[in-house]
T-cell receptor, first 112, second 114 residues
Framework: SQQGEEDPQALSIQEGENATMNCSYK?????LQWYRQNSGRGLVHLILIRSNEREKHSGRLRVTLDTSKKSSSLLITASRAADTASYFC????????????FGTGTRLKVLA | EAQVTQNPRYLITVTGKKLTVTCSQNMNHEYMSWYRQDPGLGLRQIYY???????DKGDVPEGYKVSRKEKRNFPLILESPSPNQTSLYFCASSPSGGGWETQYFGPGTRLLVL
């Protein structure tokens, strides 16, 4: 299976704390994306990081990419109850395949 | 409003009864894709289409068919559903399928096969 993996599978934190989730993948990539899913709903794109970037910021989100370790992390700073959701990383398999691989997801619960 | 729509949203059926889940997008996207989501397995790609009349298999195509006769529509067909196809299904689209593009997801179709 080409499945990406994320850890932790579940994370519970208090409002105001930072949340970090990690994604590992198996193939070489050109880009890696993070998506958010509110309870059983469609996924929403959060941020894209390219393979030649090591870090990217968007509001309270910070994404890092380590291509040597084939891993990425998503940091949500000063978390809010509204950040409660599942978070997935996704990569295109590349080589002109147009196939996508999603991670298994991290379920984040932010307690008010 | 730019969106991907799926119908039905919920479906209960019995083993072997053919069904179709429709997907439509109004963003003039070339690329469309179907995923299934199962607990602990994340999203797995079933089929995708780069443009009209061009489709290809994803990671888990067995038991599914697709067709892309029009740019906006990409139906998912289960010719003979089985209980192991009970899942949450998502359709998604993007401008051309490139890995730098955002995929826009539909609201999901929850399927139960008895």
């Amino acid at each position: 299976s080409q499945q990406g993996e994320e850890d932790p599978q579940a994370l519970s934190i208090q409002e105001g704390e930072n949340a970090t989730m990690n994604c590992s993948y198996k193939t070489s990539i050109n880009n890696l994306q993070w998506y958010r899913q509110n309870s059983g709903r469609g996924l929403v794109h959060l941020i894209l990081i390219r393979s030649n970037e090591r870090e990217k910021h968007s509001g309270r989100l910070r994404v890092t990419l380590d291509t040597s370790k084939k891993s990425s992390s998503l940091l949500i700073t000063a978390s809010r109850a509204a950040d409660t959701a599942s978070y997935f990383c996704a990569t295109e398999l590349g080589g002109g395949t147009y196939k996508y691989i999603f991670g298994t997801g991290t379920r984040l619960k932010v307690l008010a | 409003e730019a969106q991907v729509t799926q119908n039905p949203r919920y479906l209960i059926t019995v083993t072997g009864k053919k069904l179709t889940v429709t997907c439509s997008q109004n963003m003039n996207h070339e690329y469309m894709s179907w995923y299934r989501q199962d607990p602990g397995l994340g999203l797995r790609q079933i089929y995708y289409s780069m443009n009209v009349e061009v489709t290809d298999k994803g990671d888990v195509p067995e038991g599914y068919k697709v067709s892309r006769k029009e740019k906006r529509n990409f139906p998912l067909i289960l010719e003979s559903p089985s209980p192991n196809q009970t899942s949450l299904y998502f359709c998604a689209s993007s401008p051309s399928g490139g890995g730098w593009e955002t995929q826009y997801f539909g609201p999901g179709t929850r399927l139960l096969v008895l």
